[in-house]
Every structure is written in C-alpha cells, then in structure tokens.
C-alpha cells in the first residue's frame, strides 16, 4: 500500500495530509452552526487496476469483497488484489449504469455463510434489464448454493436508474434500493406524468423491504393491499445509491442521486412517498427547465438535505470506529460529478442535519464509501469510462 500526493489544490502545501475545512452549500437548512473538530487524515492506495469498482465488504476472515460494474466479483486479500475473480456469479447486463453492482455480508455470515450481490439482470438477449438479488456462499473462489431470491417488476430498456444498493437493519431485515429505471426522458426533456415511481404496482422508484431470504415481513406497509406491492416500503425516489442504517437508532438513511441538481439525503419512513418526480429540487439536464410541479407538498417527505448543484451523490455509510474520534457518528457520503466531485461528512443530531463538510474536494469518483474492521475509512474511486482502471482507497490519520 502507498500513500498519495493527489491532493485538492487548496490543501496541497499540507503534503499528504488534509486538514478538514467546512465550506457552504444549498441545503434544506440553510443556516448551520459550526460542526465538531475535523480529522486530519492521509490517503493510502489500497489497490489499484479495477474496472469500475462499485461496492465493498468484508468477510470475518479480513478478506474485503469488492463489486465491479463490468460484471465480476474480486477479492482483496492481505492487501493484494487476487488475480482470478471469484467463479459462478450471475451473469448481468453490463450496460450504462448497469451491471454487478452491491455485495453484502450477511450479519449472521458466522453462522449461515450467506453473502448478497445485487446486479441488472437481463433478458431478451441483453435488450432489456431491472434489478435483481441473488444469496449464496463463498468457498474456494467460487459462489455455490447460489440462488436469486428477488426480482423487481422494473423491466425496461432504459440503462440506468438500477438503484440496487442493500443494507440490513439490527433485526435482521433487508432493505433494498430500486432506481426509476430512468422513467420519463424523453428527448429534449423529462415527462414527468404517469411516473412510476408513483405507482405501487411498480417496484421503480422505490426501497423495498424483504427477510434475508426474499420473501416479505408480514408488517410491511402494503402488505394485504390489491393496490400495492409488498415488498415495498418507501416509494417516490429517483435513483437511491446510498443506503445505510444508522447505528444507534436503527432508522434507514438514503442518498438519492438527483437530476441536474436535487441530490437529496433522506430519513427513510414506513409508507412514505418522497415525491419523485412531483416534488424535488432539480432541473431538466438538456433545458434547465423545470421537471417538478412544485418544491414541497402535503404528504410527501422532504429531505433531510439537499445538493444544487448536484454532488452526483452515491454511497453512504455511518462511521462508528475509533481511528477518528472526532468522526465518530458521522455520516459519509460519495459525489462523483464533475468539479463537484468530494467526499461529503455530515454531522446529523437525532433527524436534523447539522453540519456538512466536504473531505477530498475535486479529487475522485466516489462510487462507494465503508468503514473496514480496521476502522479506517475506505473508498472506492470509479472512474467514468468503462474499462478505465480505478482504485481502492483508505483513509488513514496523519501523524500530528
């Protein structure tokens, strides 16, 4: 592992290390107090040569599971990256934003073994995709006893807006995200109408709710109804890409990747409609026009922040380790656009977004951030281009 010097332009006279700074953004509190003493940090190469990295996670025995978009499941063991990926994942529909996307460990992995990989399934020989989950176990390099256990009613030939992202709560239930599927671009804009985001005959556009074995928790909100599928659980959302339970409070937090602007943090409420494409904060990509009938309306949650311009927001997690004490509770949230590419730490006091501060400003992709056992903070650097080799990273305190 090698430390780097590709550091943002105003912290370089600081070497490898990065002193946190606060800065100011659009946000749905637009007044915050100062937040609580930054970290100073430095980054460590971890490894180098993926092909769009797009998730982590971390087997008992230290091995860290990583995800490629273009459709494998890699391993990194005592800090190399095996040669082989892993035999007989399933095979995805590696296009656009599509292809292998989470993988996570089960809580009870001890005991049962049992690992997730969320991807974009295909049929139709690739012309089609939507969101699927698959279980299975890990041995020798290869997947067995594989078997998917959901897919989501969001088939279409769009490729994008997969969501995919996994995260299970305290009591053993698994929450996953589904993208709109990028319903309503039409050329020259968006259509906001008919969206099925609004539709719970539709799984686009919505977070589900499922048992670690597929099936649906009998106390999920729509069960029962002939209106509504079960499994979901939240509905109204565009492309959630970061899911992440918080640690001492059990509620579900989500990062939605808005449109041009919009970027949204969300506390994620039993039922709850989050308003895609009603409501919300972004504009058309092409035009700059106005996508959403209004910023706010009753019965529809609004976010805990917001992002204008977009972040191009991605992966979340809560940080409960003791490498940063002072990062202790916070969240972490990715950014992958453009300029505004960053890794965003927010300081969240019981539902109330407090404070925001941006940690490598302009400097990477960040499709994916988690906390390792180790406690130090790891990255997962996607560059644009498909086929472009990326990198892991890790945050690691500077010597004061």
Same mark, same amino acid.
């Given at each position: @592992? ?32 100062? #937040? ?6 430095? &980054? &460590? ?10 998730? @982590?996670?971390?087997?008992?025995? %230290? ?34 934003? %599509? ?13 049962? #073994?049992?690992?997730?990989?969320s991807y974009s399934k295909p049929r139709n ?18 997947? &067995? ?5 959901? !897919? ?23 929450? =996953? ?23 719970? =005959? ?5 977070i589900l709710r499922l048992r670690d074995d ?16 079960? !499994? ?60 959403? *009938? ?5 019965? @529809? ?6 992002? &204008? ?5 991605? %992966?979340? @997690?809560?940080?409960?380790?003791? /490498? ?20 965003? /730490?927010?300081?969240?006091? #019981? ?11 302009? *400097? ?13 903070v790891y990255i997962a650097t996607d560059n644009?281009?498909?086929? *472009? ?12």
């Open positions: @592992m090698k430390a780097t010097s590709r550091l943002a332009a105003p912290a370089r006279a600081a070497g490898v290390i990065v002193a946190a700074a606060t800065l100011a953004f659009s946000t749905a509190v637009l007044a915050q107090p100062p #937040g609580p003493p930054g970290e100073q940090f430095k &980054v &460590v190469t971890v490894a180098e040569g993926l092909r769009n990295p797009w998730s @982590m996670a971390w087997l008992p025995n %230290g091995d860290m599971l990583v995800t490629e978009r273009v459709g494998t499941l890699r391993i990194i063991r005592d800090g190399k990256l095996l040669p082989e990926p892993v035999a007989g994942v399933p095979t995805v529909r590696a296009q656009g934003q %599509g292809g292998m996307q989470e993988v996570a460990v089960h809580p009870n992995f001890a005991q049962n #073994g049992f690992i997730y990989l020989n690739n012309a089609e995709g939507t969101t699927a989950l698959t279980r299975a176990k890990l041995e020798n390099g290869r997947l &067995v006893d594989a078997r998917e256990i959901f !897919e989501a009613k969001a088939w279409n030939d769009r490729p994008g807006h997969f969501g995919a992202r996994i995260a299970f709560d305290r009591d053993g239930y698994l929450f =996953m995200s589904v993208g709109d599927r990028m319903a309503g671009f039409v050329q020259g804009g968006f259509d906001p109408n008919n969206h099925p985001a609004q539709d719970l =005959m539709s799984h686009q556009g919505k597929g099936t649906v928790p009998p106390d999920n909100p729509f069960v029962g109804r002939n209106d509504a599928l079960p !499994e979901i659980w939240s509905w109204g959302h565009r492309n959630p890409q970061g899911l992440a339970v918080h640690p001492e409070t059990n509620q579900l937090w989500a990062t939605e990747h808005g449109p041009q602007g919009g970027d949204e943090l969300n506390l994620i409420r039993k039922g709850a409609n989050y308003g895609w494409p009603i409501i919300g904060y972004g504009v058309n990509y092409t035009t700059g026009t106005e996508i959403h *009938q209004s910023r706010a309306r009753q019965g @529809m949650e609004q976010p805990k922040a917001f992002w &204008v311009p977009s972040i191009g927001i991605s %992966g979340l @997690m809560f940080y409960t380790g003791d /490498r940063f004490p002072n990062w202790k509770g916070n969240a972490f949230i990715g950014g992958m656009a453009g300029n505004y590419r960053q890794l965003v /730490r927010v300081t969240i006091n #019981g539902e109330t977004v407090a404070n925001r501060e941006p940690l490598l400003y302009g *400097q990477y992709r960040i499709r994916d951030v988690r906390q390792g056992p180790d406690g130090f644009q281009f498909p086929g *472009q080799p990326s990198n892991i990273v890790r945050l690691e305190p500077a010597a004061r």
